[in-house]
């Protein structure tokens, strides 16, 4: 059950939880309401502390505030948890694909066969781009970043798609969110395309989404190129497993920028912005150049040594997370996926993965990274399993886009529809100087 921050399910949530806040300076007190949902731990309403009190809370990185109650997705990082609307993602990742865990985000049950056909259609329809965007990207220059063409095209699709930019109607929201999903392998395709000056490829709607989304990136118009299976599952499963990570740093700039009602293009362009950076979007390329430097497994004790050393600024890419204190449950997905591309392309031997395995063993054999509770997280072998299949590494962040973009449409959906939205708008320890008088430039040092 859906449990909103309406006055109605805070009074059931609360169930006569409340903690009182006493001010020992003036001996005022105040009840706040405690909230439960259905999973992880209870929280404290405190929407009446600054009209009751005059405080505000200071938590900045938010480690400690919750912005919004949600339906989609669950992570209990004590225990390595991730779940899509209940579904654990190992399960997903094993027995779904991309298209129905997008319907699971948006509509928050897998489908039905014929919801399914139908949804599938939709998204297939809509993958096609306008042709004037064309124009759009010859305006980039050939060496552009592929995260900067996706932050400017994304951005640009509410000048070409206006009729679907009206937030308040319910079909046309329906659309924009098809849309997205549609559109993003399209436009992720022909930014990578556009930097290595080859042709834009068409989509082809005898193809599934991530086997698409192959054929866009790798075929060339002079030659037949054939999408393996295996591939495109792979494709997938990373699709699947970077579809929706509840309130991160990205999803949440998109909730911020919807707050002020801002159409469903602007704000996925603002979420592709935040994932950009290296400390959400990027650590897999910097797990790639590690593995590199390592070389060889008889280096890693040196390297381990190094990561341990506090006077090193050396960590183990691709080990800790700020959520997961176990195996990032995405981690072991990946794992196995790697081998299977390996071993499709003919690389099994492919020395980074051997590095890689004998790099976790011993980590997970030693006292500082069991003692601290860091574990492989999804990135230590994502980039192994991309670089395998032909992505550079200025691909990786763009690819975790166009899997994210449903997560973002799907939570940015939620926010539109819930009574309780308000403007995100946090508030501030002032720090800055006192007031002073203004000083005419004759009188100043
Ligand atoms: N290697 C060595 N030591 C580490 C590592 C690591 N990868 N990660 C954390 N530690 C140590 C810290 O030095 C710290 O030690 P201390 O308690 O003695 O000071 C302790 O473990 C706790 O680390 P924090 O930095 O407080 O953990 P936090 O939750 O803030 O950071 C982070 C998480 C940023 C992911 C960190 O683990 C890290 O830098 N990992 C490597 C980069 C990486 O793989 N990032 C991808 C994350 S997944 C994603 O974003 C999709």
Redesign the pocket.
Known sequence: MSKRLSKEALAEAGAGDKVTLIDHATGKQLELPVMGGTDGPKVIDIRTLYRETGYFTYDPGYTSTGSCASDLTFIDGEKGILRHRGYPIEQLAEKSDFVEVCHLLLYGELPTKAEREEFERDITYHTMLHEQLQYFYRGFRRDAHPMAIMVGVVGALSAFYHDTTDIFDREKRRTATHQLIAKMPTIAAMAYKYSIGQPFIYPRNDLGYAGNFLNMTFSVPSEEYKVSPVLARAMDQIFMLHAD?EQ?ASTSTVRIAGSSLANPFACIAAGIASLWGP???G??E??LNMLREIGSKDRIGEFIKR??D?DDP??????????YKNY?PRAGVLRKAAHEVLAELGKEDEPLLELAIELERIALEDD??VD?K?FP????YSGITLNAMGFPSSMFTVL?AVARTVGWVAQWKEMIKDEALKIGRPRQLYTGPAERDYVPMAKRK
């Open positions: 990570h991160n400390s959400h979007g650590a897999n910097a797990v990561a341990k506090k050396f960590r183990l890419m691709g080990f800790g997370h700020r959520v990032d500082y990274f601290k860091l997280n999804v990135d230590f975790f």
